[in-house]
């Protein structure tokens, strides 16, 4: 059977992505970014501070990391309340030693069920990033608008409650979106998204909203516990991935040179276990030595970005 002649056409099919949220690019054809004081790679630091239900919904999907054993799952449901209550604290520590900022992408639900956590986190000067109401709360295309609008609304109001900040950004659970999602983060007045992986510097949507590229590849979660790699062997990938960055941010043949960023997604339940802390430790006293990093929060990061466009 032959198929129509309007199979393979697609209306909104060009060069770049094949759709209308922002104007594609290539990075090297855009302007030099240059960050603070001359430095050439900016490190972001990026904590997902997570609770899971200990039932988990698999509509619109089973976010990751989720219980996965019958249940009660009480293995995996411990562990990952090991993270907020006991890691993330190390995690704290190491931030501290290496005199660095990061950003927590904090589900509400962490914030009223830590209340001392979100202190700690905001005493020491670190972003609050929203991160939905808790990991039950995904979104989909096939999310309805009004449920998608009222859970984002939710997230906010419930976080801003329980930390006494109004966030910057906003990270949706396993990066997954709507085609509304965009639309409504900036509705709710947020600056920037970490959802879209696609570049190393910042980009901004049509609507005005900035995505903040938080790289999948670069994540504790992918490396350690996904590709089962130890933490020292991801922290060298990091300090392999610096590297190459501010090597990079000089120029070559096919890249313009210009400021670079490196992404680096942590979680408390992976990282900030008693065997694999030293690495953490290790790699941010690194990176903070080196005269070519600027290690700063998401919204500092974006706020710089912003200001030279």
Not at 70 to 92: A, E, F, K, Q, S
Not at 109 to 134: C, F, M, N, Q, W
Not at 163 to 188: F, M
Not at 284 to 304: K, M, T
Request: aromatic share 12%.
């Amino acid at each position: 059977m032959s198929l129509p002649d309007n199979y393979t056409t697609y209306p909104h099919r060009r060069e770049g992505y094949d759709h209308e949220f922002y104007d594609w690019s290539n990075m090297h054809e855009r302007a030099s970014v240059t960050w603070p004081e001359g430095k050439s790679v900016a490190v972001w630091l990026c904590v997902s501070l997570e609770w899971f239900p200990i039932t988990p919904e698999d509509t619109p999907f089973r976010a990751p990391g989720h219980m996965v054993t019958p249940y009660p799952d009480y293995r995996h449901y411990t562990v990952r309340d090991y993270g907020n209550r006991v890691g993330v604290w190390r995690m704290l520590e190491a931030f501290k030693a290496a005199g660095v900022k990061a950003s927590f992408a904090t589900n509400a639900a962490v914030a009223e069920r830590y209340p001392e956590l979100i202190e700690a986190v905001l005493a020491d000067g670190h972003e609050i990033i929203a991160h939905s109401t808790d990991m039950n709360g995904t979104i989909t295309s096939d999310l309805p608008e009004a449920q998608e609008r009222a859970l984002i609304s939710d997230s906010l109001t419930r976080l801003e409650a329980a930390s006494g900040v109004k966030p910057n950004g906003w990270y949706s659970i396993a990066r997954s979106q709507s085609w509304c999602t965009a639309d409504l983060i900036a509705e709710h007045g947020l600056t920037y998204t970490c959802d879209w992986v696609n570049d190393e510097l910042p980009y901004r949507f049509r609507n005005g909203l900035i995505n903040l590229p938080l790289n999948t590849e670069l994540s504790d979660r992918m490396i350690i516990a996904t590709q089962q790699h130890s933490a020292q062997g991801w922290a060298q990938m990091m300090r392999d991935a610096f590297d190459w960055l501010a090597a990079e941010a000089k120029g070559t043949a096919y890249t313009k040179g210009g400021g670079r960023m490196l992404p680096i997604h942590l979680t408390p339940y992976i990282i900030g276990q008693p065997y694999r802390v030293s690495a953490l430790e290790d790699l941010l006293a690194d990176l903070a030595n080196q005269a070519e990093a600027w290690i700063a929060p998401g919204a500092e990061i974006v706020a710089e970005w912003e200001a030279q466009q």
